[in-house]
């Protein structure tokens, strides 16, 4: 049998029982909490006008390049490797070493010539050997042998041929002579030059006619010379000259007392050696300078450098 309330059985129900749920005493306060109050009707929003578009935000700011570092000397590249090609990537600027100031070149063969004076050769008879050396930088040292090749030379035409010269050295060897050079523009064998020179060479004069030996005398003369001379250079030849003035150091007198040759002295006045050139001793030939002992010395030379 159908219940007449099935139909509104459920709404009479909460309709009487709904007052009895509310008349229920409250819960202790701090047990739960108040219900939150409705928030009031919020009015319908006004129409916003369209937002215009925010500008773009700038991108940050890049930092700062780094200083290039200063640049230093430049250094050559290691050995085996040679600079990159230009336009590769960065190519600094390459500069070579500035040279050695003292570089060690090793050995050197010093510079040296070798000369001979013709005139002397000529006129004397005598072949007078160059021989100098470079030392150091300005400084060279000089030989200069002298050998005797004609004991009747020109420089003897006025005595008749009675008179004649000899070694009195080893062979033909008279002797020689040292300087030492200081050549005033740096470098040997160009330029201006002083040398101071010992010279030390042996003579012996004789006298001869027909009948044999008229006189016979030695000497040896020993000099100390200052020297000034001028040499040039092309390529290997070489040519130059120069004067000397000296002094004798191996002063020798010799003078006759009577008209004999036996009268030969060293007690004499004059600053002269005096050779017979006759047996009565009228006529005599003198050996010696003019204002001894000042020796006067002059020389041309021609020859090679090395």
Not at 157 to 186: E, M
Request: proline content about 16%.
């Amino acid at each position: 049998m159908a219940c007449p309330w099935n139909g509104w059985a459920a709404p009479a129900a909460l309709f009487f029982f709904a007052p009895l749920a509310l008349a229920q005493p409250l819960p202790p306060p701090g047990e739960y909490p108040p219900p939150a109050a409705p928030p009031p009707a919020a009015e319908p929003p006004a129409e916003a006008p369209p937002a215009e578009p925010s500008p773009a935000a700038a991108p940050p700011a890049p930092p700062p390049a780094a200083a290039p570092p200063a640049a230093g000397p430049a250094e050559p590249p290691p050995p085996g490797y040679a600079p990159p090609p230009p336009g590769y990537g960065y190519t600094p600027a390459y500069v070579p070493p500035p040279p050695l100031t003292n570089p060690d070149r090793g050995f050197q063969m010093p510079t040296f010539s070798v000369r001979f004076d013709p005139l002397r050769w000529l006129i004397y008879g005598e072949v007078a050997l160059e021989a100098e050396v470079q030392l150091w930088e300005f400084l060279s040292l000089e030989l200069v042998p002298v050998f005797l090749v004609n004991d009747q030379p020109p420089a003897m035409n006025d005595f008749d041929g009675v008179l004649s010269q000899h070694s009195n050295g080893i062979g033909a060897l008279l002797g020689t002579s040292v300087g030492l050079g200081f050549w005033l523009d740096g470098e040997p064998m160009e330029g201006y030059v002083i040398r101071a020179i010992f010279a030390n060479y042996g003579y012996t004069y004789r006298t001869e006619d027909d009948g044999g030996l008229i006189d016979e005398v030695s000497h040896t003369d020993r000099h100390l010379y200052g020297f000034f001379g001028s040499y040039r250079r092309w390529g290997f030849f070489t040519i130059g000259g120069g004067i000397g003035i000296g002094v004798e150091l191996n002063e020798q007198r010799r003078c006759f007392t009577d008209a004999d040759v036996a009268s030969a002295t060293s007690d004499c006045d004059d600053e002269q050696l005096q050779i017979a050139l006759d047996r009565e001793v009228e006529k005599t030939a003198a050996r010696g300078s003019p204002v001894e002992p000042i020796q006067i010395m002059g020389r041309i030379s021609l020859g090679l450098v090395f």
